[in-house]
């Protein structure tokens, strides 16, 4: 190798040697040297999200009515950054502040602190929003301690007052509606973690439950977002965006308030005439249905609470008596989430299912007071013999025994405990027709669906139960070990997962483990009277936007059909139209000027009160009207109210009195909630300040 190749080496050898030295001194700097420096720089540029809510839309009746609105309120807001800079951070000026609003401490302090500061078991009140904006500890502050409060800043630094929206439901013509409206408050940990499929942002307030919760996402609005950032010590620099919020759209409903509030009278009435009889009448619901398109015209729950209870604060105690079964539950929506047996008003179904099985609806049947099936009698109501009837005034009357036996034949045709591989099952399959075991698909959070108790039920419930029923002595309570319930278990035990004889008969009257809610059964003779169309009820007709444009429209939606013929309908019409003229319903209708058709029932129930004394039965009134041309359908149920027709169809006559403006037995046209007869399909103007129509 020349002096010239070497030479060229030594440089290339010195040139990478530079090189490693200078990038090794390089990250030196970066990792230990400057390190402070850019930990500084990395700290100084973080950013905040500061979430302003929007205004919620209103939510009118079908006039246009406010169900919800907003009003002003004055809130005493905290400023944390301000009270963190404090030697005690903030701790004096809190006291000060809770003592002057004559609040607790406790309560002002957790308010004001990030849910994150909190330990996990004390979250409840914890501030869901960012520290740098203001958190309000009242919303509803007096006007003179407001004043107080800005013009003493030096003794109240970081306290700020307010204008804010508040939520309110103005209750007009007396109107609750509370299960319907639903209420809001803040969003949770659970909702910002998108557990429920919905995109939330800190301190908004959001829909619970109700129509409130259904539609939140029109009603909420686009929150504006103010991002700021800040420097180490978490003061803020500059501003880098301020989107202003963006208002929610409006809801217009098909409740209307005049309705609403009598179909509310009319069930608290029907709670105390079964109290004022001796029954508990523990709760109640009722329902008006426009069997044409499946709008909810009005629906009632008993017991109820004040919509407005949420933003004026709930107690520990006011949040415990809402789900107490001492109060027997106000927070429960019994049209929706009361499972009850149907008791007679299920005889509709019935029919359907003998007509199926070819039985003639024209013939003559035996009532007797007492029907043998094995070993049991199974008696008539009241025990009574009403001889050889037809089936239509059996309907009217609603004998029981006649049924037992058209049940019991059906059930030894399929086998009895020893059923076909392919039994007909014309009862079950005319109440799956009827869609008994599905939800009615109402546009409503919690909806239960109600239990078919039919073969595949059964089975899936003694797989379930079997274990408790085989070995009843050593799993079942003291005060359950009488001699009838040992040998309930001891036969479940054995056959439990079979249908027997019992359980076949009592299918038929609507007794046994069938269960239904309020608004299925308003479903189902919604159905019954517009000639078999199952219609999805709807509370929602439309959102509108805050310009007036109509966003969306909630349509009628058929969800199926009755597995009936029209001949069979036919009949069961005019058998519904017998009981209210000449059956079970005469007393409460008697001279009432309009034609409505219906079903009483009367549920007995299995079990005791809280006090030791038995449960009373069921009141069932289900109907529908004008029967010519029917419009409405209208259900009324009392738990533990006794008789149907002199509880619940007394109630349902009051509903139709407002309905077609009756007073004793004259009609006055000008007195109907709707003149025409019909429910208005147009959506309304809609304002604050609407007013209540009155009618002429």
Not at 208 to 217: A, M, P, R
């Given at each position: 190798?020349?002096?010239?190749?070497?030479?060229?080496?030594?440089?290339?050898?010195?040139?990478?040697?530079?090189?490693m030295v200078a990038l090794l001194g390089r990250l030196?700097?970066?990792?230990?040297?400057?390190?402070?420096?850019?930990?500084?720089?990395?700290?100084?540029?973080?950013?905040?999200?500061?979430?302003?809510?929007?205004?919620?839309?209103?939510?009118?009746?079908?006039?246009?009515?406010?169900?919800?609105?907003?009003?002003?309120?004055?809130?005493?807001?905290?400023?944390?950054?301000?009270?963190?800079?404090?030697?005690?951070?903030?701790?004096?000026?809190?006291?000060?502040?809770?003592?002057?609003?004559?609040?607790?401490?406790?309560?002002?302090?957790?308010?004001?602190?990030?849910?994150?500061?909190?330990?996990?078991?004390?979250?409840?009140?914890?501030?869901?929003?960012?520290?740098?904006?203001?958190?309000?500890?009242?919303?509803?502050?007096?006007?003179?301690?407001?004043?107080?409060?800005?013009?003493?800043?030096?003794?109240?630094?970081?306290?700020?007052?307010?204008?804010?929206?508040?939520?309110?439901?103005?209750?007009?013509?007396g109107v609750n509606a509370a299960h319907e409206l639903?209420?809001?408050?803040?969003?949770?940990?659970?909702?910002?973690?998108?557990?429920?499929?919905?995109?939330?942002?800190?301190?908004?307030?959001?829909?619970?439950?109700?129509?409130?919760?259904?539609?939140?996402?029109?009603?909420r609005g686009t929150p504006g977002i103010r991002t700021?950032?800040?420097?180490?010590?978490?003061?803020?620099?500059?501003?880098?965006?301020?989107?202003?919020?963006?208002?929610?759209?409006?809801?217009?409903?098909?409740?209307?308030?005049?309705?609403?509030?009598?179909?509310?009278?009319?069930?608290?009435?029907?709670?105390?005439?079964?109290?004022?009889?001796?029954?508990?009448?523990?709760?109640?619901?009722?329902?008006?249905?426009?069997?044409?398109?499946?709008?909810?015209?009005?629906?009632?729950?008993?017991?109820?609470?004040?919509?407005?209870?949420?933003?004026?604060?709930?107690?520990?105690?006011?949040?415990?008596?809402?789900?107490?079964?001492?109060?027997?539950?106000?927070?429960?929506?019994?049209?929706?989430?009361?499972?009850?047996?149907?008791?007679?008003?299920?005889?509709?179904?019935?029919?359907?299912?003998?007509?199926?099985?070819?039985?003639?609806?024209?013939?003559?049947?035996?009532?007797?007071?007492?029907?043998?099936?094995?070993?049991?009698?199974?008696?008539?109501?009241?025990?009574?013999?009403?001889?050889?009837?037809?089936?239509?005034?059996?309907?009217?009357?609603?004998?029981?025994?006649?049924?037992?036996?058209?049940?019991?034949?059906?059930?030894?045709?399929?086998?009895?405990?020893?059923?076909?591989?392919?039994?007909?099952?014309?009862?079950?399959?005319?109440?799956?027709?009827?869609?008994?075991?599905?939800?009615?698909?109402?546009?409503?959070?919690?909806?239960?669906?109600?239990?078919?108790?039919?073969?595949?039920?059964?089975?899936?419930?003694?797989?379930?139960?079997?274990?408790?029923?085989?070995?009843?002595?050593?799993?079942?309570?003291?005060?359950?070990?009488?001699?009838?319930?040992?040998?309930?278990?001891?036969?479940?035990?054995?056959?439990?997962?079979?249908?027997?004889?019992?359980?076949?008969?009592?299918?038929?009257?609507?007794?046994?483990?069938?269960?239904?809610?309020?608004?299925?059964?308003?479903?189902?003779?919604?159905?019954?009277?517009?000639?078999?169309?199952?219609?999805?009820?709807?509370?929602?007709?439309?959102?509108?936007?805050?310009?007036?444009?109509?966003?969306?429209?909630?349509?009628?939606?058929?969800?199926?059909?009755?597995?009936?013929?029209?001949?069979?309908?036919?009949?069961?019409?005019?058998?519904?139209?017998?009981?209210?003229?000449?059956?079970?319903?005469?007393?409460?209708?008697?001279?009432?000027?309009?034609?409505?058709?219906?079903?009483?029932?009367?549920?007995?129930?299995?079990?005791?009160?809280?006090?030791?004394?038995?449960?009373?039965?069921?009141?069932?009134?289900?109907?529908?009207?004008?029967?010519?041309?029917?419009?409405?359908?209208?259900?009324?149920?009392?738990?533990?109210?006794?008789?149907?027709?002199?509880?619940?169809?007394?109630?349902?006559?009051?509903?139709?009195?407002?309905?077609?403006?009756?007073?004793?037995?004259?009609?006055?046209?000008?007195?109907?909630?709707?003149?025409?007869?019909?429910?208005?399909?147009?959506?309304?103007?809609?304002?604050?300040?609407?007013?209540?129509?009155?009618?002429?």
């Open positions: 190798m020349n002096q010239r190749v070497r030479l060229s080496l030594l440089v290339v050898q010195i040139f990478v040697l530079t090189l030196f700097y970066l990792q230990v040297a400057a390190a402070p420096k850019y930990k500084d720089a990395a700290l100084s540029i973080q950013s905040r999200d500061v979430i302003n809510p929007a205004i919620r839309g209103l939510i009118v009746d079908s006039s246009g009515v406010p169900l919800a609105l907003n009003r002003v309120g004055l809130a005493i807001t905290v400023d944390r950054i301000a009270l963190d800079k404090q030697s005690d951070k903030g701790a004096i000026v809190l006291a000060s502040v809770s003592n002057l609003l004559g609040l607790a401490y406790a309560d002002v302090y957790r308010a004001t602190r990030l849910c994150g500061e909190l330990p996990k078991n004390d979250k409840a009140g914890c501030w869901t929003g960012s520290r740098y904006q203001p958190i309000p500890i009242t919303k509803e502050a007096d006007p003179e301690i407001a004043l107080q409060i800005v013009e003493r800043t030096n003794q109240f630094p970081g306290i700020g007052a307010t204008p804010v929206a508040i939520r309110n439901y103005p209750s007009y013509a639903g209420y809001i408050g803040p969003v949770t940990e659970a909702d910002l973690s998108g557990i429920n499929g919905r995109t939330y942002y800190r301190s908004e307030t959001i829909g619970k439950t109700g129509l409130e919760y259904q539609y939140d996402s029109f009603l700021v950032i800040v420097d180490r010590k978490e003061s803020i620099t500059r501003e880098s965006q301020n989107t202003a919020p963006i208002g929610g759209n409006h809801l217009v409903t098909s409740l209307d308030v005049r309705l609403q509030a009598s179909v509310e009278s009319a069930l608290s009435d029907a709670v105390g005439r079964a109290r004022a009889s001796g029954y508990p009448g523990d709760s109640g619901a009722a329902i008006v249905m426009d069997v044409r398109n499946g709008q909810i015209l009005a629906m009632a729950s008993y017991p109820t609470y004040d919509p407005n209870a949420w933003e004026k604060g709930l107690s520990v105690k006011d949040a415990r008596a809402l789900f107490s079964e001492k109060n027997n539950v106000p927070a429960l929506s019994r049209p929706l989430q009361g499972l009850f047996a149907p008791a007679s008003t299920f005889k509709s179904v019935s029919v359907v299912a003998a007509a199926n099985a070819g039985y003639n609806l024209n013939a003559i049947y035996n009532c007797p007071s007492e029907t043998q099936i094995g070993n049991r009698a199974f008696q008539n109501f009241d025990s009574k013999a009403l001889g050889r009837i037809s089936l239509k005034k059996g309907i009217a009357v609603s004998c029981d025994t006649l049924w037992y036996q058209i049940a019991y034949d059906e059930w030894v045709r399929d086998g009895g405990l020893r059923p076909k591989s392919d039994p007909n099952d014309y009862f079950f399959k005319a109440a799956e027709g009827f869609q008994v075991n599905k939800k009615t698909g109402i546009d409503m959070p919690s909806e239960l669906s109600g239990r078919l108790a039919n073969r595949q039920w059964r089975n899936a419930w003694y797989a379930e139960n079997k274990d408790f029923y085989c070995n009843y002595k050593d799993r079942a309570a003291k005060n359950q070990l009488t001699p009838f319930l040992i040998e309930l278990a001891r036969e479940n035990c054995l056959d439990g997962d079979k249908i027997r004889a019992g359980d076949a008969v009592n299918f038929s009257i609507g007794q046994g483990d069938t269960v239904i809610t309020p608004l299925k059964l308003t479903q189902m003779y919604a159905a019954i009277a517009n000639g078999g169309k199952i219609l999805r009820p709807s509370v929602a007709k439309a959102v509108v936007s805050t310009d007036g444009r109509v966003i969306k429209k909630i349509s009628a939606k058929q969800l199926g059909t009755l597995p009936a013929t029209q001949t069979t309908l036919n009949f069961l019409q005019d058998a519904l139209r017998e009981a209210v003229t000449a059956g079970t319903a005469t007393g409460a209708f008697a001279g009432f000027p309009v034609a409505i058709s219906g079903k009483t029932g009367t549920a007995q129930v299995f079990g005791r009160n809280a006090n030791g004394t038995l449960k009373a039965d069921t009141s069932w009134f289900a109907s529908y009207g004008p029967t010519q041309n029917p419009r409405y359908a209208v259900v009324m149920m009392v738990s533990q109210g006794g008789f149907g027709a002199s509880v619940s169809g007394v109630g349902v006559r009051k509903i139709y009195e407002t309905l077609f403006g009756v007073t004793g037995s004259k009609v006055d046209p000008a007195k109907a909630i709707f003149p025409d007869g019909k429910p208005p399909i147009k959506i309304p103007k809609i304002s604050p300040s609407t007013k209540v129509k009155e009618s002429k």
